[in-house]
């Protein structure tokens, strides 16, 4: 089906999301979109699939004006949209989610778990239909929306990143078929993406964006830095990386386990010296999780001994973990980490001084300011930190950070973020890193692993899988070894 | 009293505890205040219900009657125990007001200010017919008593419905006073308040489930006769006494023994027409029934009237045992009485004095259910 | 979207007033009762008179007390709805003080208030104990609480507290002089408790505006698991919240039975908790409004008795006064809302 | 106590809970699809009183049970459109509405305070009210009765068992895959916070028409209250929540059976029970003893343990919808 946007316009108050963009997808092939974080991406995407509507602007398909007032007219007329965390209903069995918003016309629920099957099959995906959804591993819920939007009758097929938190056999596996629904199926696809690699391998095609405006396509391959010049004004080079520092054993794990109604870790012991970044690598809820937040205090240890610095910490929690100078930064800003509804100088009388009766609003305030001048935070003491943007708002928990920490435990530190940020942040925690701060990270992109650890812990259903050094191992071989494979 | 004083200009005012439609203790209070109105014509009554902590947190008894003497009242009914005290205040501030204040007995013991008189009506004997129409009318020989709280006026007028009842199944029934069962549940207070006292409608339909075949109410509202109706209408043997208020028979009336009740208004007005003509004095009024005719709204201060369930043969048996109640011939206290633990109370043979009945300190043998 | 504010919008936060008073009014011409004669009969039973008006703020001694305790709670995200119980439980510490301890008024009445803030303090700390670490909604630990307090309450009056002649049911006996608040020109208005009243509902507002607690139960009640990863003790402040919310409500309590009353009665807060809650809903959680709210809940409640005594209508049309104006301002109060409301649904063919 | 009395105690336990068990599936269904109705106490109070006085005016007991579900209806659109269309807080909506309710029937009921009206008249099924034990308990009702236990079952069918009923589920658990998906989140919030409504007026006529006849000032008081922690210990399924029902009344019918057979035991003791059993049930079916307690179970109990006592409310209860 061919997909034409016609001069879409889209405003978010004062922002201008979208502006005037005007784009072409042609069926049978696959186009990426890139831009860096806040470029509009998404919005366009969003206008397409019929989730949100344009200020201005016409979608036309296969030559026919449309207008969606929702994703399920987009999805009638034949668009289907993939977002990054799959939109399911967890507590929802596989089937259930299946069916609803299935047309049905009396179809019994066994008839539409075999046409579930049956499709699946088709794509090489393998399903339960009568598995909570919830047990699904991410690459598998987001397998099981392809396969919805389909049987849907999905002709223009758009993936909002895809391939975070999923493993490498997924990941072939969604490329595989994104190839089959585009070459032989003849579907148009649309691949939203921060990974230049991916979409160089998978895409014939690139728009950018950048700011709200379409600022070229590019025929792929091409030269990745041709895309970067697209996307940024400038972008800083790559620092090089400093050497991890030998220093002292600082965090000890001795045969720890830790036991959630979901999930159980097993036996886990490492050693981290100070300096030193272990990254953990492993598909959502493989225990990764669990040991980070173990080792923060904000999971009790059901078994094993942790020693910080040699002593041992027998009440291991998270306020004892703090006083200790170890701090732990959460994926989901907003939800943990950050408050909605304080200012950015409540955010820093909040952690500055708590001993104090009354707050000391001056300071405090000067003191936001001089971090927003430090870690180049765009905002004022007084905004309100649910109104900064994404980026901004990681800066600013970097700038909450105390100084002369032992330890960082960090969930995604860089998800969402565009190039120019990630690096921006990975630079900020090498100058940690040399003053002899440790640190342990997961993530869901292995690439980030393999570039920014000296050690590597990969997890796989609930056990420590193999821990090796980062120089002796690929991004390639983390996304096997994480899906299982010895 | 159509010859009696005229009452225009006259203004009285009537605070009740509960509302005044409660088909109970206020709507009888309320209803004696409207039988001042209708007699002492051009009198006119102020009305002020529902004055309690739970209901009006931000009321007292001084304010509504600050506003009542604004208003005019010259004469004030305080018609609960729970006034007593106040009563008692406010009657100091206001001396040219006379105030009334039902079931206290400060003006016997001397605590009130001479502007104030305490009214209250005699109704053990009351409930002692209603007990002897239960007992005439059961089947399963068991009862049982709905009760408000336990103080010493609800243990006598419960013991008083024990005492008629078992009369009445000795003499009338022949039966064994020891085979009739008088249980008695108290709810926690004189109505329901949900989720701070028992539920009347479960005390009195699990009284029902049990064997139980005739529930007497002693408390202020009338959910014991509404179940024994439902029950009755869906084919259950069984009957209610409601109590306090003439017309709570109305609620069920097929299974209505009768009601024992208060008749305020020959007080009331007798007390307002004393007023208006200025010859009022103190008192401390215990008063009694009309024995000639227990149901003359116009002259019985406590009275008790037949309810259509009530079989023939034992309205006769029960008339007989009220001529003999009227009569002196048989008196309700009559010994030996011993008290729940055992303790003789009243000797064989002695009839209880006014102090021994009003004092009653727990339930009497033979009745089942907490003294405490 | 223009900076000067239209017309109706600054209208707007009048409006509920109005439709509140607009269902009154119609309610009372429904009852064939002439809404003059009814409001101003309101208004003289509120301050006709210097005694009504004493009335009016001795009432509003608790009512502030538990409001500004409201304040923190609701700031710390949590609905104190068993407040009602904190406030009985306040009142029966100071009665157990009143008639167990015999000292100099100097001293009596002192530990009595001291008595009144533990006991509102520890009913609280039960609500927030069975949050914080049973998992019990406040809501409904509260509501238990309340229920389980009046039944203490009857217990006590009709069992070891039991006046010498008998339980009538009605409440202990009277305390001594000695042991009760002196009270202003014959009023039930303890000067006193007014001015502790006042100095609680300031101390809150200092609180909630400057200090460092007040911040930590900001965040609390905006987003716990972050506060809680910033460092804030959230069951500890959870529970300092609720104790010290407690302490104000059972102070009020105490209030209750040593100047409006002179004894412990059953039911002796009858709901004040509740129309603290309400007060801090229709002022919106706001600082400054939160007294004016609840001067103005206490003078109506004070007017309608007035109200019910000359037109001898059902004194709970100043609850439905109070409460439609609540409901009216939780719905409509704020005009951007119910612009934006309105306007979408215009503009949104899904339903 | 012989048999016949202990069944005939099962009859009055059941038909005691039937309004319990109606207003607990209400707010099941309004709660799967995303509205607390927090006002059901209010709710309860005045639709008992808007039942009786229709039913005693029109003689119709019909009407009178149509004029409450009425009621319950008009509270719970408020606290809907409150939500979803003011985006106003749910609870402090419901909160309001349940004191407002409170004093609206006081106000409006004071003409109607303990007169005699209608009730329900039993209604034996032939055949089945034969059967041994099960018959007098569950077949010598009346209609109140049989609507209670038909209700549950279709509730539970409606829930788990229909596309409908997936798509309230989903309404509530996740309202933005609903939207994404076709379902019309706001409209469905709203059918089913009003239908959740509507039979807790039902259920408050069925107080004022049957299980506790006529009306009087604070004639339910607090049973909203029950009912609303009855849900949450019923998992947020009708089926349990009926035998939290159940289980509250026969509660409530031992303590009344205890104190007659314990008179020395202070009278505030039994009536604490019903306020004691919610706080300790809502602790146990919390997640900070249930997790812990299901960790240490034997493996074999754990699953049939967590069904019993582990509980997550729709994921999205009390929210906003956001739309863009
Ligand atoms: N609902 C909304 N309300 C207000 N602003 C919005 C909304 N959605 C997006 N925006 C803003 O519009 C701009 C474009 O957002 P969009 O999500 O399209 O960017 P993107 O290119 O997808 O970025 P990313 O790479 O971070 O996903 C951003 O500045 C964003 O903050
Ligand atoms: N917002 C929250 N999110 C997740 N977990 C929390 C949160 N608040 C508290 N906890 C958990 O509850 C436990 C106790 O929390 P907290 O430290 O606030 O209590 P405390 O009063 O300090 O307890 P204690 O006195 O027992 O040390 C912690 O182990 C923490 O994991
Ligand atoms: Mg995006
Ligand atoms: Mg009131």
Redesign the interface.
């Known amino acids: 089906m061919q997909v034409q946007l016609n001069t879409i316009h889209k405003q978010f108050g004062s922002l201008v999301a979208n502006d005037e963009i005007s784009v072409q997808f042609e069926p049978g092939r696959i186009y990426g979109l890139l831009g860096e974080n806040g470029a509009g991406k998404s919005t366009l995407m ?1 206008i397409l699939s019929g ?2 509507q344009p200020d201005r602007g016409e979608i036309v398909l296969n030559g026919a004006a449309q207008h969606f ?5 987009a ?1 009638a007329a034949g668009v289907g ?1 993939l977002y990054q965390e799959p ?6 069995t596989v089937l ?1 989610n299946f ?4 047309a ?1 016309d009396g179809e019994r629920p066994q008839q539409s778990a075999k046409a579930l099957t049956q499709l699946a099959g088709r794509y090489g995906f393998q399903v339960d239909p009568h598995e909570h959804t919830r047990e699904l591993s991410m690459g598998e819920r987001q397998q099981l929306e392809l396969l919805r939007l389909l049987a849907g009758g999905a002709e223009v097929l758009i993936l909002d990143e895809p391939t975070t938190g999923i493993s490498a056999e997924q990941k072939d596996l969604l490329f595989a078929s994104m190839r089959t629904l585009a070459r032989e199926e003849g579907k148009t696809l649309i691949l939203v993406s921060h990974k230049l690699d991916e979409v160089q391998e998978l895409c014939d095609y690139a728009y950018v964006l950048r700011k709200g405006r379409l600022v070229g396509g590019v025929q792929l391959p091409c030269p990745n830095q041709e895309l970067v010049d697209l996307m940024f004004d400038e972008l800083a080079p790559r620092p090089a990386r400093r050497q991890p520092a030998s220093g002292d054993v600082l965090l000890h794990l001795q045969h720890i386990t830790v ?1 959630t ?1 979901r999930l159980e870790l097993e036996p886990v012991s490492l050693q981290l010296q100070a300096g030193q970044v272990l990254g953990l690598a492993g598909l959502e809820g493989s225990g990764q999780e669990l040991l980070l937040r173990a080792c923060a205090g904000l999971l009790p240890l059901s078994g094993g001994s942790l020693r910080l610095g040699g002593q041992p910490q027998p009440d291991w929690d ?2 004892r973990a ?1 006083q200790h100078g170890v701090a ?1 930064l ?1 994926a989901g800003r ?9 200012t950015l100088t ?2 820093m ?3 500055s ?7 000391d ?1 001056p300071q405090n305030r000067q003191l936001a300011a001089q971090h927003i001048a430090t870690y180049q935070v765009v905002g004022q003491p007084e905004s309100y930190i649910e109104n900064l943007s994404g980026g901004n708002q990681q800066r600013f928990l970097f700038a ?1 950070l105390p100084q002369n920490l032992k330890l960082i435990l960090m969930e995604h530190p860089t998800r969402g973020l565009d190039i120019r940020s990630t690096d921006w942040i990975w630079e900020q925690l090498d100058q940690r890193r040399a003053q002899g701060t440790a640190i342990i990270f997961l993530s869901a992109d292995l690439d980030e692993i393999a570039a920014r650890s000296d050690q590597i812990a990969v997890f796989s259903g609930g056990r420590l899988l193999r821990s090796v050094p980062a120089a002796e191992t690929t991004a390639d071989e983390l996304g096997h070894l994480i899906g299982g494979a010895l | 009293g159509g010859a009696g004083p005229s009452g225009e200009g006259f203004t009285f005012g009537m605070i009740l505890v509960g509302p005044q439609n409660d088909h109970g203790w206020s709507q009888a209070h309320y209803e004696g205040g409207q039988y001042v109105v209708e007699n002492l014509p051009g009198a006119e009554m102020i009305v002020f219900d529902l004055l309690n902590p739970a209901d009006k947190p931000e009321a007292t008894l001084e304010g509504v009657v600050d506003e009542m003497v604004a208003q005019g009242a010259t004469l004030i009914f305080t018609t609960s125990d729970e006034f007593e005290e106040d009563t008692t205040t406010v009657a100091a501030k206001y001396p040219d007001v006379v105030f009334v204040n039902v079931s206290g007995d400060d003006a016997l013991t001397g605590e009130a200010p001479a502007n104030l008189s305490n009214v209250m009506g005699r109704m053990e004997e009351m409930k002692a017919i209603a007990g002897c129409a239960a007992a005439l009318t059961t089947q399963t020989g068991q009862l049982g008593y709905v009760g408000p709280l336990i103080n010493h006026e609800t243990l006598r007028l419960t013991a008083s419905a024990y005492l008629g009842a078992r009369h009445c199944y000795e003499t009338y029934r022949g039966e064994s006073g020891d085979d009739l069962q008088f249980t008695v549940s108290w709810i926690g207070f004189w109505f329901n308040i949900p989720g701070v006292t028992s539920d009347p409608t479960e005390v009195t339909t699990n009284f029902l489930d049990t064997g139980v075949d005739v529930v007497l109410s002693g408390i202020d509202t009338t959910e014991a006769i509404n179940v024994a109706g439902q029950r009755a209408a869906a084919g259950a043997t069984v009957w209610a006494v409601p109590y306090d208020y003439l017309g709570a028979c109305d609620n069920a009336p097929a299974i209505c023994l009768g009601v024992p009740f208060f008749n305020w208004g020959p007080d009331y007005l007798a007390i307002a027409e004393a007023v208006v003509e200025g010859n009022w004095s103190q008192s401390w009024l215990w008063n009694g029934p009309n024995w000639d005719d227990l149901s003359d709204l116009d002259s019985t201060s406590v009275g008790w009237l037949n309810g259509p369930g009530l079989s023939e043969e034992a309205a006769a048996n029960l008339a007989d045992y009220i001529s003999k109640l009227a009569s002196g011939e048989v008196a309700v206290w009559t010994g030996p009485i011993n008290l729940q633990n055992g303790t003789p109370y009243i000797a064989a043979g002695a009839v209880g004095t006014d102090e021994e009945i009003w004092y009653l300190p727990q339930l009497l043998e033979g009745m089942q259910g907490p003294s405490q | 979207m223009s900076l000067s504010k239209t017309r109706l919008e600054r209208v707007w936060p009048l409006l509920p007033g109005l439709a509140a008073l607009l269902v009154t009014t119609l309610l009372l011409l429904a009852m064939g009762t002439s809404p003059v004669d009814a409001y101003s009969a309101m208004w003289q039973g509120a301050f006709g008179t210097s005694a009504r008006v004493y009335s009016v703020l001795a009432f509003l001694v608790p009512l502030l007390l538990a409001a500004s305790g409201l304040l923190l709670t609701f700031k710390a995200g949590l609905w104190n709805i068993g407040i009602e119980g904190q406030i009985i439980m306040g009142a029966v510490a100071a009665s157990w003080v009143a008639l167990r301890v015999q000292l100099p008024s100097g001293l009596q009445i002192p530990l009595e208030l001291l008595a009144a803030m533990a006991g509102g303090a520890l009913w609280a700390a039960l609500a927030g104990v069975l949050k914080t670490r049973g998992g019990v909604h406040e809501i409904f630990g509260g509501l238990a609480l309340n229920n389980l307090a009046i039944l203490f309450t009857n217990y006590l009056i009709a069992g070891p507290w039991q006046p010498p002649e008998g339980g009538s049911f009605r409440g202990t006996q009277p305390f001594g002089a000695h042991a009760l608040l002196p009270l202003f020109e014959n009023s039930r208005l303890s000067l006193l408790s007014l001015a502790l009243a006042i100095v609680a509902f300031a101390g809150v507002a200092l609180v909630l505006t400057n200090s460092h607690w007040g911040l930590r139960l900001k965040a609390l009640g905006q987003n716990a698991r972050s506060a809680f990863l910033l460092g804030v003790s959230s069951n500890r402040e959870m529970l300092l919240a609720m104790a010290v919310c407690g302490a104000l409500a059972g102070l009020g309590g105490g209030v209750r039975v040593l100047s409006w009353f002179d004894s412990l009665r059953q039911s002796i807060s009858g709901g004040i908790g509740y129309l603290a809650l309400m007060v801090v809903l229709l002022a919106g959680f706001r600082l400054v409004l939160t007294p004016l709210v609840a001067f103005f809940f206490s003078a109506v409640l004070n007017g309608s008795i007035t109200l019910q005594l000359r037109t001898q209508l059902h004194s709970a049309l100043g609850d439905i006064l109070t409460g439609v104006l609540v409901l009216l301002v939780l719905l409509f109060g704020n005009y951007e809302r119910v612009r934006r409301a309105f306007r979408r649904r215009r503009s949104q063919a899904d339903g | 106590m012989d048999s016949t009395q202990l069944i005939a105690i099962f009859g009055s336990i059941l038909l005691q809970s039937a309004p319990l068990i109606i207003a607990v599936c209400g707010e099941t269904i309004s709660e799967r699809a995303g509205v607390i109705n927090l006002s059901l106490d209010g709710s309860l109070l005045l639709s008992a009183l808007a039942g009786f006085a229709a039913a005693l005016l029109t003689g119709s007991l019909l009407l009178g049970f149509l004029a409450a579900a009425a009621v319950g209806a008009v509270f719970a659109l408020i606290v809907a459109f409150g939500s979803l269309h003011l985006r106003q807080n749910q609870v402090a909506i419901g909160f309001v509405l349940a004191m407002l309710g409170d004093s609206l029937s006081a106000f409006l009921g004071q003409n109607y305070t303990r007169l005699p009206g209608p009730s329900v008249p039993a209604w034996h099924i032939p055949l089945l009210k034969d059967i041994p034990v099960l018959g007098p308990i569950l077949f010598r009702q009346d209609a109140v009765v049989y609507f209670a236990l038909l209700l549950v079952g279709a509730t539970w069918w409606f829930l788990f068992r229909t596309r409908a009923g997936l798509e309230l589920r989903s309404a509530g658990e996740r309202p933005e895959a609903a939207f994404t998906r076709g379902v019309a989140v706001r409209k469905l919030r709203y059918i089913y916070a009003v239908l959740g409504g509507a039979l807790v007026g039902i259920a408050g006529a069925a107080y004022s028409l049957d299980v506790k006849i006529g009306w009087a000032e604070g004639h339910t008081r607090g049973m909203g209250w029950i009912a609303l922690a009855i849900v949450i210990f019923g998992g947020w399924s009708p089926l349990r929540g009926a035998l939290g029902a159940v289980l509250f009344g026969a509660t409530k019918a031992l303590a009344t059976v205890l104190q007659r057979s314990f008179p020395q035991v202070a009278l505030v003791a039994f009536n604490a029970v019903p306020w004691l059993l919610m706080i300790l049930v809502l602790v146990l079916v919390s997640g900070r003893l249930a997790a812990p307690l299901l960790a240490r179970a034997p493996a074999a109990l754990r699953r049939p343990l967590r069904g019993l006592l582990q509980a997550a409310p729709p994921a999205a209860l009390g929210q906003p919808l956001d739309d863009n």
């Open positions: 969003k989730y949100q007032a929702s994703p399920r007219q999805l949209m939109l399911d209903v967890p507590v929802f259930e069916l609803l918003g299935r049905h036991r109604p998270y306020p703090r732990y959460a907003l939800e943990e980490g950050l408050i909605a509804g304080l409540e955010h009388a909040l952690v001084n708590a001993h104090g009766l009354l707050v609003w909450m």
